[in-house]
């Protein structure tokens, strides 16, 4: 079974700084999709960025990229100018490529990072 | 605009009563899920479906159950089987089976206590 750690359970950072999460997974298949989501104090989850295994190049969306090494099965997310609104929850997960060994469909979450913002 | 409704925002049940936590699509997805979040444990897969009249166990199963009798609904029954059913629920949905890369989109979920 895929499992996704996240070792951070929560992260500190001024303001217009920048932040780096950290996450780790272990799986034996060779095509997956990794992604992160953000959950602030509404609850809503909302996407943050994903990256597909086969791609070399990294993810990125404005303020946020990832540093995507699949040798390591690392993949962690950095936020450059850190803003207040991204105060959160960030969770990282992962979805495989089909199905295998009867596995379920859907996404394997971490237990998340607790991002706090000092302005 | 689209998106996924789920209802209650709060439900409050008594130990023993089962309860039906409402969950609908109009993003006309395919798959659908239900996750469950409890304080420094994530979100963990209790059922999902692909297609209507079909779902399958997730990783948490035990104690609830599902129907899809339409594609835009999936709604979750939490049972007096469920040993500690106090939690917040979070449905989801994606484009389609097999489209890996996509994203799930997720409701703002029901938390549920049951005293």
């Known amino acids: 079974a895929q499992t996704v750690t996240q070792s951070q359970p929560e992260m500190s950072v001024q303001e217009a700084e920048t932040v780096t999460l950290s996450c780790t997974y272990d799986?034996?298949?060779?095509?997956?999709?990794l992604f992160w989501y953000k959950q602030p104090p509404s609850r809503q989850m909302i996407l943050v960025i994903r990256q597909e295994a086969y791609k070399q190049q990294n993810a990125t969306e404005n303020r946020f990229s990832v540093n995507f090494q699949k040798a390591a099965k690392s993949f962690s997310l950095k936020i450059s100018d850190s803003q207040l609104g991204d105060a959160a929850m960030y969770f990282c997960?992962?979805?495989?490529?089909?199905?295998?060994?009867?596995?379920?469909?859907?996404?394997?979450f971490g237990k998340g990072t607790h991002l706090i913002i000092q302005p | 605009d689209g998106g996924i409704t789920q209802s209650p925002k709060y439900l409050f049940r008594k130990e023993g009563q089962n309860v039906t936590l409402s969950c609908e699509q109009n993003?006309?997805?395919?798959?659908m899920y239900w996750y469950r979040q409890d304080p420094g444990q994530g979100l963990r897969l209790i059922y999902y479906?692909?297609?209507?009249?079909?779902?399958q166990k997730g990783d948490i199963a035990e104690g609830y159950s599902v129907s899809r009798e339409k594609k835009e609904s999936f709604p979750l029954t939490v049972t007096s089987a469920q040993k500690n059913p106090t939690a917040f629920y979070l449905c989801?949905?994606?484009?389609?089976?097999?489209?890996?890369?996509?994203?799930?989109?997720f409701g703002n979920g029901t938390r549920l206590t049951v005293t």
């Open positions: 799986t034996s298949e060779s095509d997956y999709y």
């Open positions: 993003l006309n997805h395919d798959a």
């Open positions: 479906s692909q297609i209507v009249n079909d779902f």
């Open positions: 997960a992962y979805r495989a490529e089909g199905y295998s060994g009867g596995g379920a469909d859907g996404l394997t």
């Open positions: 989801a949905s994606s484009i389609q089976t097999g489209a890996y890369n996509s994203p799930l989109h």
